[in-house]
């Protein structure tokens, strides 16, 4: 979760909302996770600061005066269907719902909202926009849904048992990576000798751009903490 939110921050968002307290509070949350974030107090204004700054995500009441949510994302929809889009709504009903889902809303969320309901909404809303992923470096990343190693951005093709020793490390990041431990988890039911691992340590760090591992002798590796 942790990376997700860090993802966010790559991100502008633009909160449209009549009521002064309510919008207040979301766009105090919203700033804690989001790079940019915009105010809205109607769906007139929420328009013109969408052509103005083109948020990544809009979230947006849908009764207000001046102009209603609806109203708003239908315009957008008009010529933008990239942008995310969440609703917040008082109803629930299926066809209700059904409504926003022809005009291509992301996500929805049910009034009263709060802190969790507002980031899973989110979360949802951008998906696979963000990855699941482990930071060994500030360059260097696994994405947990492909199950891959990238560094700038690039492939470093892996072994299956590199991969394995990496979420090895990243579990125990704050303590040493025994030799049994290795054994246990790398080896499984064979048997490792210090050759065998002296070699695939070898070969590891090899594959790997940039070292990330130190030995503790008689003792095992821990991640280095950069």
């Avoid at 633009?14 to 996770?33: F, M, Q």
């Avoid at 996500?107 to 979360?123: R, T």
């Avoid at 290795?182 to 940039?210: G, H, N």
């Amino acid at each position: 979760m942790e990376n997700i939110i860090k993802q966010l921050q790559n991100y502008t968002v633009l909160c449209v909302e009549d009521e002064d307290g309510i919008r207040k509070r979301l766009v105090n949350t919203l700033k804690y996770y989001f790079r940019g974030v915009y105010e809205a107090k109607n769906g007139e204004d929420g328009y013109y600061l969408y052509n103005e700054y083109k948020p990544d995500l809009i979230i947006t009441d849908i009764e207000m005066p001046n102009k209603s949510g609806i109203s708003l994302v239908e315009d957008i929809r008009k010529k933008d269907i990239d942008t995310l889009v969440i609703m917040v709504t008082a109803y629930s009903n299926e066809e209700y719902l059904l409504e926003l889902i022809n005009l291509n809303i992301n996500q929805y969320i049910l009034k009263p909202v709060n802190s969790d309901s507002l980031l899973n909404g989110i979360i949802k809303a951008f998906g696979k926009r963000l990855k699941e992923i482990i930071p060994f470096h500030k360059d260097l990343y696994f994405d947990m849904e492909q199950r891959e190693l990238f560094y700038k951005e690039q492939l470093i093709p892996l072994r299956k048992r590199d991969k394995e020793f990496l979420l090895l490390l990243h579990r125990n990041r704050n303590v040493v990576v025994t030799y049994d431990l290795i054994e246990e988890y790398l080896w499984r039911d064979k048997s490792m000798s210090i050759t065998a691992l002296k070699t695939f340590i070898k070969e590891f760090r090899k594959r790997i751009p940039i070292e990330i591992i130190t030995n503790k002798p008689q003792e095992g590796y821990k991640l280095i903490n950069f």
